[in-house]
């Protein structure tokens, strides 16, 4: 996957761009001023994203599903919508008006379990909803909708919907098994075919109280099971249960009080917190994984960390620890994790470039961070065999104390840094390695569970790595996150999975590409065209960015002396003071102020206030941040985890 060209029309489709406005919070109304967001409400069984009262997606279970549904307000311009979310919980309310007042009132939640969605709605006056069932071609042909002759009594309307087995739900990774899910409407809300449209639906409401819902199930017995539920359960009754759960999520929630924040900021900071939990808990499968945004229906290793980490400060270790215990089995199945791994669906991987370096030292870092927060160290030593092939993983990639980049890392895959650096050094990766052996190997030793000639072998290599760490990476006083002079040593696989790097070859992922020259990879196709012979190698750069000095304060690295970390974060709050940037480029990371914020509060800079403010702001109308901001305007994946974990424990270190 490249995160940045991978469904860009998808994104410039449906979600558009936005200038940032204000600080929005969920709680509030939505207006056309303020940046709109996609909002995410789950339960592990089955997810959506919504934008207002749009609902954008709908899939599950599991999460690594493919969407099937919009339902969206056939002229939008008509009307104006309100949202807002019930605090401490997934349950969001709408309210939709025109000129001569309001229409009616929508309730959206899922229930406490099971793949079951519920819109109630209580309308004044008449309403239509435009419902599209769609599979993306060429595989628009294995969704069906067939009407439902004889649905159970309570109910006005009811249609089946069928998928076909091996629809990919991302990119071209394929759900094995077939999916069945039932749309049905009671009361006041009804539904009939558009004309001409067979997998099209009119959901018309009239005056009064209805409800519609989707429902599904992993096995027909479950889809059985919770149409019998919803039978025999009234939408009111299904609500009240939907909130009991959300509020046994909310009550392992750290009392969080803001005591270092103005009165004026609190109400906004607790609003975030609230916001953030429910996003996080909302995209998390009943397997432990939680999924990447609304584009990308799998889980990922370092993206998962920011979540991790946020659920930590938050104080969800039991959801915390559900993502590790998510790689620990897959794992345990496959000897291996990957960049990617579907959820639910074991062995299904996205496999990237040097898939054994970077994530792997976060799995590893993240162990740790469990550990020092619970002190749970029986599960630690349940846990070490992934830890010690984690390492060990990372051993073999070590050249002159350097190990390369992950093809999926951040900066390259959004464009920051290029593609042709793969091989190079990199800091971060590097920095992992160290950081997490060193902790991994004062717990082993501490309670005996390696062999000396283990200790041994990544002592050394800890050692080797750390001591060439600043000739390796820093240029005088400047850190640099890559450095070329591993790529002279390394030898190059002959095949690997990734991006094609053929400069007349469109930028997106290949299951398999073929070593060309150099840093050079071309797919099947590029390589046998006949004119590869001029293309030449890319000049040798290295680069500086804003994350890299900053990634030292949030791993906590021990590498660094207090000095050394202070001298890097005075050259981001120079950049600042002199540019108003955080960046020398016009598109940041959506965690850079984050990142940056948490830099300043371990030190508690002053700056802090200001980066604070900023970071807050960067917020759309459903309280999240998003993957990247070109000149502030939201760029990229919406309803991110990752970036938004980050972000709310940076405000958290803060406000504490």
Not at 281 to 294: E, F, I, N
Not at 460 to 478: A, L, P, T
Not at 635 to 652: M, Q, T, V
Request: proline letters at 6%.
């Amino acid at each position: 996957m490249n995160r940045w060209t991978l469904h860009l029309s998808l994104l410039l489709g449906v979600l558009g761009c936005h200038a940032i406005t204000a600080a929005p919070v969920s709680s509030a109304s939505s207006t056309q001023s303020t940046p709109p967001g996609i909002h995410a409400i789950g339960n592990g069984d089955l997810c959506l994203y919504g934008r207002n009262a749009d609902i954008v997606q709908l899939f599950g279970a599991p999460y690594s599903s493919p969407n099937f549904f919009e339902m969206t307000l056939p002229d939008p311009s008509a009307y104006t919508v309100e949202s807002r979310r019930e605090p401490l919980s997934a349950l969001w309310h709408h309210r939709i008006a025109d000129p001569q007042g309001e229409i009616a009132t929508l309730s959206d939640f899922v229930a406490d379990s099971g793949s079951i969605f519920v819109r109630h709605i209580r309308a004044v006056r008449p309403l239509r909803y435009h419902i599209r069932l769609q599979i993306e071609a060429p595989y628009d042909t294995t969704l069906t909708l067939d009407r439902e002759l004889n649905p159970v009594q309570r109910f006005t309307d009811s249609y089946g919907v069928h998928i076909a087995p091996n629809v990919p739900f991302y990119g071209s990774y394929k759900a094995p098994r077939p999916y069945a899910y039932q749309l049905l409407t009671s009361g006041s809300v009804s539904m009939t075919r558009v004309l001409g449209h067979p997998n099209e639906l009119i959901l018309s409401i009239a005056p009064g109280e209805g409800t519609f819902y989707v429902v599904g199930g992993a096995t027909a017995a479950q889809l059985a099971g919770n149409l019998q539920r919803i039978e025999h359960t009234t939408p009111a009754q299904l609500q009240k249960q939907s909130l009991k759960a959300w509020k046994r999520y909310a009550a392992t929630q750290s009392r969080l009080k803001g005591s270092a924040l103005r009165p004026d900021q609190r109400t906004d900071f607790l609003q975030a917190i609230d916001d953030i939990a429910v996003l996080i808990k909302s995209q998390q499968d009943r397997s432990g994984g939680v999924l990447a945004g609304m584009i990308y229906h799998m889980g990922y290793v370092r993206d998962q960390y920011g979540v991790f980490r946020a659920l930590l400060a938050q104080g969800h270790t039991r959801e915390a620890r559900q993502i590790l215990d998510f790689y620990f089995q897959v794992w345990r199945q496959y000897g291996v994790v990957h960049n990617a791994q579907a959820l639910g669906y074991p062995g299904i991987f996205h496999r990237h470039e040097n898939d054994e370096t970077e994530i792997t030292g976060y799995l590893v870092v993240q162990a740790f961070d469990y550990y020092r927060k619970t002190g749970d160290a029986l599960y630690i030593q349940q846990i070490l065999p992934m830890l010690t092939w984690a390492t060990e993983a990372q051993q073999r990639h070590i050249i002159d104390g350097m190990l390369p980049f992950n093809g999926d890392e951040t900066y390259i895959a959004g464009g920051i840094v290029p593609r042709k650096v793969m091989y190079h050094g990199s800091a971060e990766a590097t920095l992992l390695f160290i950081e997490g052996s060193r902790r991994l190997l004062d717990f082993v030793q501490q309670a005996h569970l390696w062999s000396p000639e283990q200790i041994a072998s990544v002592e050394r290599d800890v050692r080797q790595c750390s001591d060439r760490y600043r000739d390796n990476f820093f240029i005088g006083e400047k850190l640099y996150i890559n450095n070329p002079a591993r790529e002279t040593k390394c030898t190059y696989p002959p095949t690997r999975p990734g991006v094609c790097l053929h400069p007349n070859h469109p930028l997106n992922y290949c299951t398999e590409t073929f070593h060309y020259k150099g840093c050079l990879y071309f797919c099947k196709e590029c390589m046998e065209r006949g004119d590869t012979t001029g293309i030449a190698l890319p000049e040798v750069e290295r680069f500086n960015i804003p994350s890299a000095n900053l990634f030292p304060f949030y791993i906590h690295a021990t590498l660094f002396t207090e000095a050394e970390r202070r001298m890097l974060l005075n050259q981001m709050i120079e950049r600042y003071r002199t540019t108003g940037r955080i960046s020398s480029v016009n598109r940041i990371l959506g965690y850079d102020y984050g990142m940056f914020l948490y830099a300043l509060a371990s030190v508690q800079d002053p700056l802090s206030e200001e980066i604070y403010t900023q970071m807050m702001n960067l917020r759309d109308s459903a309280g999240a941040w998003v993957e990247y901001y070109v000149d502030g305007i939201p760029n990229g994946c919406r309803c991110r985890p990752w970036e938004s974990g980050i972000n709310i424990e940076a405000a958290i270190l803060y406000a504490q």
